[in-house]
């Protein structure tokens, strides 16, 4: 069974804060590692697709970093705003099967 | 690029009725998925379609749903006779191949079995 982890489960932060998240996942078999925001009452939206080891990815004030060997990626929010409140989904994509494995995510809520 | 979409947005029915939900992708994705999420859970894995071809069927999926995607284009879930835990939100996301590619979501169909 394809194990993907995520933490913390939630983390209440103020306006300004940094912070960051941590995704475990299997370290055998990797193809690829997606990174997911998802707001309220919105479709989760795509942030980055991650396939090599050491890669950094960035968008704006987000930015993340993958360990294949060890098996796990952190996602970087830097200078957080309300508008960043949402639930931050890894999914892990390896092995034999097509299909996406996903963590049970982070809710992040950002106080004004 | 009108992005994927999905209807309806809520469905509520009774136990043991039959309901089907449409999922229209982003025209020039050949993928199409289907996952379901529940409270405190990430989206969880379905089934997937590589143009009209259903390639792999999660093996939690019973023989009460089934998935179409003729001609390559929308596709449609269906589940049978409907029971309490089939309440859940409905997603479905289309991409183009390989697994390096994001997939693009649509808002979900949430079904209430009451």
């Known amino acids: 069974i394809l194990n993907v982890e995520q933490s913390p489960q939630s ?46 990815k960035k968008k704006g004030r987000i930015s993340a970093t993958l360990n294949t060997k060890e098996g796990y990626s952190y996602l970087y929010i830097k200078g957080s705003q309300p508008e960043d409140s949402a639930t931050y989904l890894c999914a892990f994509y390896g092995g034999a099967t097509n299909k996406l494995i996903f963590g049970t995510g982070t809710l992040l809520a950002v106080q004004p | 690029d009108t992005g994927v979409s999905q209807n309806p947005r809520h469905k509520i029915t009774k136990r043991g009725q039959n309901v089907t939900f449409r999922c229209d992708p982003i025209s020039e994705h050949n993928r199409l998925y289907w996952y379901r999420q529940t409270l405190g859970q990430g989206p969880e894995f379905l089934t997937y379609f590589q143009n009209e071809a259903q390639l792999e069927k999660s093996r939690l999926l019973s023989d009460r749903f089934s998935a179409e995607r003729p001609k390559g284009s929308f596709s449609t879930l269906e589940i049978q006779r409907t029971e309490q835990g089939d309440s859940a939100m409905y997603l479905c996301a289309s991409s183009l191949a390989p697994a390096n590619q994001p997939q693009h979501f649509g808002d979900g169909t949430r079904l209430s079995i009451l």
């Open chain 1, 11 to 56: 983390l209440h932060v103020q306006e300004g804060d940094s912070t960051n998240f941590t995704c475990s996942f299997p370290s055998s078999n990797f193809y690829a590692l997606h990174w997911y925001r998802w707001e309220t009452a919105k479709s989760p939206e795509a942030l980055f697709v991650m396939t090599l080891n050491g890669d950094e």
